[in-house]
């Protein structure tokens, strides 16, 4: 050590430094004083031993000064390297209950802790040990205020409820609208008899908080589309594209509860069905109905209408609804009419393939009818029930093959007789008067 033997000669030598057992770790004075350090001393003259000791107790500092830095350092990095750990794995999740579990985790690594949850929209999406007291006074106060707390002594704060927490802290998690949750930790022991959270442990969980906020709002909007874009699928079964957009902007399925409304129904089946398919496989039979269905479906689409059901070899369409149209018979007869033109295309096809032709009667009847989803608990259906229905599957069994009947109700509707030839009046069972029908030309 130069620094120290220059200094020892210009005091004039004679000082040694020994540890606490005595042994001489430098010099050669034995001295007439005895200047203690922690973990040894140093002899020699007075002055002389007072000054080494005062250049000891300086260089021990600044080394601890030293150490403690790194220290702090290296524990900033471990906290600062967990945050982004935890900010990349919170970016891959989209389920509010894995968020949870994957904050709560690196919270716990961070932060002393034995017990722990997360709430979202008032329910606990994940916890650490024993279960959080939702009901309790600190839960809901934090909710309420949207501020971190720390509490030490859960017990005599008198706030904890049914949570076996002995201490507890807990930050919000918020998005733009204010308060959404809030993730907590706790023990259920102290640590020593000292404080078990200090400032430093709320300001960690606050950053913790803010990431998991961010990434529960996400997961629940992503939950939303998901939802969203389940229910477009289910719509665009039996909707057109631009109906179903419709009603997922104003309400979604919920839209579609039964009411009472003006509706035009159409109903369309193949002729001599029964002989061809008892002709056929079973399989060209489903190949047959679902090329028969699709190409219908379309046409009925393109005409803003909407495919109720397949009934065997029957196809039941809806005009007017779910969204009320003051054209609805109008579009019901020119889907009618471009049905029997796409036939004529589809037949074609199947001719060439060596398949037999398909030809269609088409019914059609407007009137009020109650539509909306109707079923039970387990399986609803978006329908309509009604005379107005039972009158158009009637229709239907009265037109041959390439035929259109409509009733006079829509020939009414539509407002022109050109396109219309009477076929004068008709029972149809389960009626008691007849009704006037025509057929299209």
Same mark, same amino acid.
């Given at each position: 050590?130069?620094?120290?033997?220059? @200094?020892?000669?210009?005091?004039?030598?004679?000082?040694?430094?020994?540890? &606490?057992?005595?042994?001489?770790?430098?010099?050669?004075?034995?001295?007439?004083?005895?200047?203690?350090?922690?973990?040894?001393?140093?002899?020699?003259?007075?002055?002389?031993?007072?000054?080494?000791?005062? @250049?000891?107790?300086?260089?021990?500092?600044?080394?601890?000064?030293?150490?403690?830095?790194?220290?702090?350092?290296?524990?900033?990095?471990?906290?600062?390297? @967990?945050?982004?750990?935890?900010?990349?794995?919170?970016?891959?999740?989209?389920?509010?209950?894995?968020?949870?579990?994957?904050?709560?985790?690196?919270?716990?690594?961070?932060?002393?802790?034995?017990?722990?949850?997360?709430?979202?929209?008032?329910?606990?999406?994940?916890?650490?040990?024993?279960?959080?007291?939702?009901?309790?006074?600190?839960?809901?106060?934090?909710?309420?205020?949207?501020?971190?707390?720390? #509490?030490?002594?859960?017990? &005599?704060?008198?706030?904890?409820?049914?949570?076996?927490?002995?201490?507890?802290?807990?930050?919000?998690?918020?998005?733009?609208?204010?308060?959404?949750?809030?993730?907590?930790?706790?023990?259920?022991?102290?640590?020593?008899?000292?404080?078990?959270?200090?400032?430093?442990?709320?300001? @960690?969980?606050?950053?913790?908080?803010?990431?998991?906020?961010?990434?529960? &709002?996400?997961?629940?909007?992503?939950?939303?589309?998901?939802? =969203?874009?389940?229910?477009?699928?289910?719509?665009?079964?039996?909707?057109?594209?631009?109906?179903?957009?419709?009603?997922?902007?104003?309400?979604?399925?919920?839209?579609?509860?039964?009411?009472?409304?003006?509706?035009?129904?159409?109903?369309?089946?193949?002729?001599?069905?029964?002989?061809?398919?008892?002709?056929?496989?079973? =399989?060209?039979?489903?190949?047959?109905?679902?090329?028969?269905?699709?190409?219908?479906?379309?046409?009925?689409?393109?005409?803003?209408?909407?495919?109720?059901?397949?009934?065997?070899?029957?196809?039941?369409?809806?005009?007017?609804?779910?969204?009320?149209?003051?054209?609805?018979?109008?579009?019901?007869?020119?889907?009618?009419?471009?049905?029997?033109?796409?036939?004529?295309?589809?037949?074609?096809?199947?001719?060439?393939?060596?398949?037999?032709?398909?030809?269609?009667?088409?019914?059609?009847?407007?009137?009020?009818?109650?539509?909306?989803?109707?079923?039970?608990?387990?399986?609803?259906?978006?329908?309509?029930?009604?005379?107005?229905?039972?009158?158009?599957?009637?229709?239907?069994?009265?037109?041959?093959?390439?035929?259109?009947?409509?009733?006079?109700?829509?020939?009414?509707?539509?407002?022109?007789?050109?396109?219309?030839?009477?076929?004068?009046?008709?029972?149809?069972?389960?009626?008691?008067?007849?009704?006037?029908?025509?057929? #299209?030309?």
């Amino acid at each position: 050590m130069p620094v120290l033997t220059r @200094l020892v000669e210009t005091l004039g030598g004679g000082v040694s430094i020994a540890d &606490a057992s005595g042994k001489v770790l430098w010099g050669d004075g034995a001295g007439l004083c005895r200047v203690e350090l922690d973990g040894g001393f140093v002899a020699g003259p007075e002055g002389a031993a007072q000054a080494v000791a005062g @250049l000891l107790e300086l260089l021990a500092a600044k080394e601890n000064e030293r150490r403690d830095l790194a220290g702090e350092v290296l524990h900033l990095y471990r906290e600062g390297h @967990l945050i982004g750990e935890l900010s990349e794995q919170l970016a891959a999740v989209l389920d509010v209950g894995d968020v949870g579990r994957t904050a709560l985790e690196q919270a716990q690594r961070l932060i002393p802790a034995t017990l722990g949850g997360m709430v979202v929209g008032g329910a606990v999406v994940a916890e650490i040990g024993q279960g959080m007291d939702l009901d309790s006074a600190f839960v809901k106060s934090i909710l309420e205020r949207g501020v971190g707390e720390i #509490v030490n002594d859960f017990v &005599a704060d008198g706030r904890r409820g049914q949570w076996p927490a002995q201490a507890v802290i807990a930050a919000p998690l918020k998005n733009k609208q204010g308060t959404i949750g809030l993730i907590a930790l706790g023990v259920d022991a102290g640590l020593d008899g000292e404080a078990t959270y200090v400032a430093a442990h709320l300001k @960690l969980l606050n950053t913790i908080a803010m990431q998991a906020g961010a990434a529960v &709002a996400n997961a629940l909007a992503s939950q939303k589309l998901l939802e =969203r874009e389940v229910e477009r699928q289910a719509l665009q079964m039996y909707l057109p594209p631009q109906v179903a957009e419709m009603i997922l902007s104003s309400g979604g399925m919920e839209r579609l509860d039964g009411v009472v409304q003006p509706v035009t129904v159409l109903y369309a089946d193949i002729r001599g069905f029964t002989t061809m398919s008892e002709r056929m496989e079973a =399989r060209d039979v489903v190949h047959m109905l679902n090329e028969f269905f699709t190409a219908m479906s379309g046409v009925i689409f393109e005409a803003r209408g909407t495919v109720d059901k397949f009934i065997g070899d029957c196809i039941m369409a809806l005009f007017g609804a779910p969204v009320e149209s003051p054209r609805a018979a109008e579009d019901a007869l020119e889907a009618a009419m471009g049905m029997q033109q796409a036939m004529t295309k589809l037949n074609a096809s199947r001719l060439e393939r060596g398949l037999h032709a398909i030809e269609i009667g088409i019914g059609i009847h407007c009137g009020p009818a109650v539509v909306g989803n109707i079923g039970s608990v387990d399986r609803v259906q978006y329908t309509a029930i009604g005379d107005t229905v039972n009158v158009a599957a009637r229709l239907v069994n009265l037109a041959k093959a390439g035929e259109i009947i409509v009733s006079a109700a829509v020939r009414e509707s539509i407002g022109r007789d050109e396109n219309f030839e009477a076929l004068g009046n008709v029972d149809l069972k389960g009626r008691a008067t007849q009704m006037g029908v025509y057929r #299209v030309r």
